[in-house]
């Protein structure tokens, strides 16, 4: 494949590769048994948090950096004012399914009711986008959603088997393809 351009230049030729091996070792470990689990009432202080399965998704929106400076005169993000309008609300992720549909180019058109999945897909884009006040994290940059957060967007947008992805790292998506 010829990776050149019309002015001879070759994009990424000096970046570093990685081998798998390396990639594996530079994931974050899964937690074992040895490790201390922290229990909830360790780490959760707005009083909304549940029990979340790693360690790493283990965040009460009273620790979480970009969402402290948001929280005002709340014990908890989840109860401010605008949160159930632009969070939860099906009318407002609808639109906000479109707008992302626009922006990342994708043809076809929307479902005329989101499903569960996409709803809560939305919905954390959304709380991510409201707390940054529309800054971008950029590709492959990612936040941990609080607990609380987390747990109102469930309650509200139910899976049927209880199925949710969680937190994952970007790099765990590339490390996906090689398995």
Not at 90 to 98: G, K, M, Q, R, T
Not at 137 to 151: D, F, T
Request: charge should be negative; glycine fraction near 4%; proline fraction near 6%.
């Amino acid at each position: 494949m010829d990776r050149e351009d019309k002015m001879g230049l070759v994009p990424y030729n000096f970046e570093p590769e990685y081998s798998v091996e390396e990639m594996n070792t530079n994931s974050v470990a899964e937690p074992t048994s040895q490790q201390a689990f922290p229990t909830l009432e360790e780490w959760c202080d707005c009083g909304n948090c549940q029990q979340m399965p790693s360690p790493e998704e283990c965040v009460c929106c009273r620790h979480a950096e970009f969402v402290y400076p948001n929280l005002e005169d709340h014990q908890c993000i989840t109860q401010i004012e605008s949160f159930d309008n632009l969070i939860l609300n099906p009318d407002v992720l609808a639109l906000s399914f479109i707008q992302m549909m626009m922006f990342k180019r994708q043809r076809g058109r929307a479902p005329d009711q989101l499903n569960s999945r996409q709803s809560r897909l939305v919905a954390y884009r959304q709380f991510v986008c409201l707390m940054l006040k529309g800054e971008r994290l950029g590709k492959g940059n990612r936040v941990v959603i609080p607990s609380c957060v987390v747990r109102k967007i469930r309650d509200a947008f139910l899976d049927d088997d209880g199925d949710y992805t969680g937190f994952k790292l970007a790099i765990d998506d590339v490390l996906d393809l090689f398995v």
